[in-house]
């Protein structure tokens, strides 16, 4: 049989042309709120603004480029030194081909319009958490799903503290405590969710993001580091140039060492919005080569920023290295770049948790689901009063956590071992191992997901390095806030 070309120029030959005809028809469908949809999904998403089937290619590779990025760009010329820019180069390309990998299965689960028995799907696949289920069974629901909310809960918090520390860079004020901007960004980012509701309105966002991003990494960033590599290099702490593998000898602490792995693994995690965005999609078949594209693009951005910073600065370097630029125009325009980055950052997590939060307080208080949705019709202002209340819990738990975690490299080391490696990793293998179990049947009916030679290295390689991050990062904040014995650190960072 000669393969067949879809409509949206997906080339599949055989079978697969029914299955992933009927795949994208039944999302569709679910969308349009036909038979498929259940009873589950309307009863948490009626009250809702509707933004379904409005996302093209392009606006899901954008949305995907720009996030967790922001705070990445920063932190890449640290990893490079730390590591050895050369080490550091080939870690970055080999993890950006095991989220590859791992982002294929997402998707291929997602699509698929029956189990591995045969059987039908009768709901839809709106999370990662759906797609664990799909994968492993009730457990592997609960594995991604709370892995996720807890990567995108920490998410708020890493954004909060990169746009508190830019724009304290920025104002350099009398009263310049980074507790007084924390506390003010919060304040900022809750009225920018009253206004941001749905991911059409972040993609609007993520073009400029986008925009924001590159400019900074391919030419203010480099013209920073020619500008200042003078000043940088003459200073006390300054060691010598960086080496290709590993730091300058005496300076190879294994858990700095994790520290520079966490930056490059904390940008690399697409996997968190990838099945949201699906939903969105109007050919949700694209999603798969939509994000394959973000990975090729802001990896090479990952780079870009490394290499040049690493090779002209030298060692050691701060994470952001936004920090070491003595504070002039440049400097602080880098800094706006960043902290304008961050917030569409921000407004990705929070529209994933903030979902979460309404579709659990629906799930477990019927008055809610009974009594909410007709009030909203009644009254706008309040549906607005509503929609802000909900918006509020995990703003409120970000600021918390990055008042007393106010350093960068210590927060996002804890983040990464906790939630990102894993998550990107080991879970959704494991969930396809105990799918392999449930399901009773052999592995060769699993072989149209993603090749199962390549899951059994990332499951030996996910766990190894999730436990490599989780010492590292508990050591560093022994390290930074026990050991060191200065309450200072908390709140304002002195």
């Known amino acids: 049989m000669q393969p067949e070309q879809l409509e949206d120029g997906v080339i599949v030959s055989d079978g ?3 299955e992933i005809q009927n795949g994208r028809n039944q999302l569709k469908g679910i969308r349009d709120g036909e038979e498929h949809a259940t009873r589950r999904y309307r009863r948490i998403h009626s009250y809702e603004p509707k933004s379904r089937l409005n996302l093209g290619f392009w606006d899901t590779l954008m949305m995907q480029m720009t996030f967790q990025t922001s705070g990445a760009v920063v932190g890449m010329p640290f990893a490079f030194a730390t590591m050895g820019y050369i080490f550091a180069l080939l870690m970055l390309i080999f993890y950006i081909i095991i989220c590859m990998i791992i982002v294929k299965l ?6 698929r319009t029956t189990d591995a028995n045969g059987a039908e799907y009768t709901e839809p696949c709106t999370t990662l958490g759906d797609v664990g289920e799909r994968l492993g069974g009730k457990l592997g629901r609960y594995l991604l799903r709370s892995f996720q909310l807890a990567n995108l809960y920490a998410l ?15 104002a350099n004020f009398p009263w310049n405590c980074l507790g007084y901007w924390t506390l003010l960004m919060f304040a900022l980012m809750v009225l920018v969710l009253q206004v941001v509701k749905v991911w059409k309105h972040n993609a609007s966002l993520a073009y400029g993001g986008s925009l924001l991003v590159s400019i900074k990494t391919l030419v203010l960033l480099p013209w920073a580091y020619a500008i200042y590599s003078g000043d940088i290099q003459s200073s006390p702490s300054y060691v010598g140039s960086a080496k290709p593998f590993l730091a300058p000898s005496g300076y190879n602490d294994w858990y700095d060492f994790s520290m520079g792995l966490s930056s490059i693994i904390w940008g690399i995690a697409p996997i968190f919005i990838q099945t949201e965005l699906t939903w969105e999609m109007k050919n949700p078949l694209q999603t798969r080569n939509a994000t394959w594209g973000a990975l090729i693009g802001f990896g090479t951005l990952y780079a870009v920023a490394g290499l040049t910073g690493a090779l002209m600065l030298g060692y050691p370097i701060t994470s952001p290295v936004t920090l070491m630029f003595p504070r002039e125009g440049l400097a602080i325009a880098i800094n706006i770049f960043v902290f304008l980055a961050s917030i569409i950052d921000y407004i990705a997590g929070a529209l994933v948790v903030n979902d979460f939060q309404r579709s659990l307080l629906f799930t477990v208080s019927p008055w809610c689901r009974e009594t909410i949705p007709a009030k909203e019709k009644a009254s706008k202002l309040y549906k607005y009063l509503i929609h802000f209340v909900f918006t509020l819990p995990s703003s409120i738990l970000a600021l918390i956590v990055t008042l007393c975690i106010p350093d960068f490299e210590v927060l996002t080391s804890i983040v990464v071992a906790f939630t ?7 879970l959704p293998t494991l969930c396809w191992y105990y799918g392999l179990k449930l399901y009773k049947i052999g592995r060769e009916q699993l072989k149209d997901w993603v090749g199962n030679r390549f899951l059994h290295v990332i499951s030996v390689f996910g766990i190894v390095l999730t436990g490599y991050l989780v010492a590292g ?7 930074t806030y026990i050991l060191g014995g200065s309450t200072s650190s908390f709140f304002c960072d002195a």
Request: charged letters at 10%; hydrophobic letters at 45%; proline letters at 0%.
């Open 16 to 18: 697969r042309t029914t």
């Open 106 to 111: 997402i998707a291929d689960v997602q699509i």
């Open 156 to 170: 708020l918090m890493v954004m909060l503290n990169l746009m508190a520390t830019s724009i304290q860079y920025v």
């Open 473 to 479: 990062s508990l050591y560093s904040f022994v390290d």
């Open 420 to 426: 990102v490696s894993g998550s990107q990793t080991c």
